[in-house]
């Protein structure tokens, strides 16, 4: 790897008496960057192919001394920096330049985001947020280690090759599916927008890096098999708890945070004198307004006196969400169900089976979920096969 130094005119930055700046451009293993030299000079006393300026003047003589100067120093700096021996980048060699301070790397700027999703929890962001950004820095930590035997990088080191190491550390040595090593992609993509934000560095290679993910399968219940656990006789207290949440959470398709924190003054009578849950979303902010079917109204009847309802000022007795998932799996046992339940399922359930197989808008459902785009909820909402069949049987009374 070697510097080439470079020098232009600037005509389209000619000032007003006519002078126009002379840049230097230093390329690199195919990175270079371009600053002003800070000299001036009028076109005319320009030689393009010589890159200096023309003439035996005293001035003249000063000038070129200094592109001299620019070009040593440059590649003094590019020298000092290649006997050390570890890796550099032409920002590298741009910051020393200009005099700046020590480059700022990957983790630190990652650190900073995590500091500030920390004083932001429970607003902006959850705890679960919190933890999968923290598991990003781990794995950075390990891979930087790794590739470089550093424990932070630059972060003008992080260009196109980097990522794809990345990307296939993450699905080789850690054997991550393309939709989990997707979110480690989105947490290291926002630590380089922050400091392109921070004026630390020029352009994201995200740019010219795609990461691919695939379409998931998503569990959702039909009609049938929510009846049959509905219906089902359950002599166990806890798990009679259980079945009401989820099939309430199949009716509202409010996820497991909102359940959780679902309190009186969410529910309101709406314009056409039926009672709405109105709250807003843990995860994005989104408010969500959801007609209450007599289902999930029933259900909250039942458990208007709980004694651990009253205590806490909740509407419905919510389980961790992992002690939930981990009954739920027992439901599906008792009620002969053979599809993995959990919270997701229930607001699946809901989008597909409840609402859009019963000819209920996307648009009103993308609403009811608390999305910001339809694409968000066509992942959720399949069009069932009972629905299927209903709309050939309106085209064969057409035809």
């Not at 808008?361 to 069949?389: C, F």
Request: glycine fraction near 6%; hydrophobic fraction near 35%; charge should be positive.
């Amino acid at each position: 790897m070697r510097v080439t130094v470079n020098f232009s005119l600037k005509r389209s930055k000619s000032r007003a008496d006519g002078k126009c700046p002379i840049y230097v451009r230093c390329t690199m293993n195919n990175q270079r960057f371009e600053l002003s030299t800070g000299i001036f000079v009028l076109s005319e006393f320009w030689n393009y192919e010589k890159q200096q300026v023309n003439g035996r003047t005293e001035e003249a003589k000063i000038l070129n001394n200094r592109l001299v100067k620019i070009t040593t120093r440059v590649q003094d700096i590019y020298n000092q920096l290649e006997s050390k021996g570890e890796p550099f980048s032409a920002l590298k060699v741009k910051n020393i330049l200009l005099g700046l301070s020590d480059e700022k790397g990957v983790l630190e700027i990652l650190d900073g985001i995590i500091k500030g999703i920390e004083a932001r929890v429970g607003n902006d962001y959850s705890v679960g947020t919190l933890k999968h950004y923290k598991t990003t820095r781990e794995r950075l930590a390990e891979f930087f280690k790794i590739r470089v035997g550093r424990n932070d990088l630059p972060l003008s080191m992080v260009d196109y090759s980097f990522l794809n190491s990345f990307d296939l550390y993450l699905k080789t040595a850690l054997s991550l599916r393309p939709n989990t090593a997707l979110t480690y992609h989105k947490h290291l993509k926002k630590v380089l927008n922050t400091a392109i934000a921070m004026n630390l560095l020029s352009r994201n290679p995200y740019g010219s890096f795609k990461v691919s993910r695939n379409e998931t399968h998503r569990d959702y219940l039909t009609i049938q098999e929510l009846e049959q656990i509905k219906n089902k006789e359950i002599n166990i207290l806890r798990m009679e708890i259980i079945r009401d949440v989820f099939v309430f959470a199949c009716h509202t398709g409010l996820g497991y945070a909102e359940l959780s924190k679902l309190s009186g003054n969410h529910i309101q009578q709406a314009n056409d004198g039926e009672k709405w849950i109105i709250i807003d979303r843990n995860k994005t902010d989104i408010r969500c307004r959801i007609p209450l079917l007599p289902q999930a109204i029933n259900i909250l009847r039942k458990y208007e006196n709980f004694p651990l309802n009253r205590n806490k000022g909740k509407l419905l007795p919510v389980h961790s969400n992992q002690k939930m998932n981990e009954y739920l799996k027992e439901l599906a046992d008792i009620c002969g169900i053979k599809k993995n339940l959990s919270m997701h399922v229930a607001r699946h359930t809901f989008a597909t089976s409840v609402t859009l197989g019963n000819g209920v808008p996307i648009e009103t459902v993308s609403k009811m979920l608390g999305h910001t785009s339809l694409k968000t909820t066509q992942i959720y909402a399949r069009i069932v096969d009972s629905k299927i069949s209903r709309d050939m049987e309106k085209l064969i009374g057409i035809l």
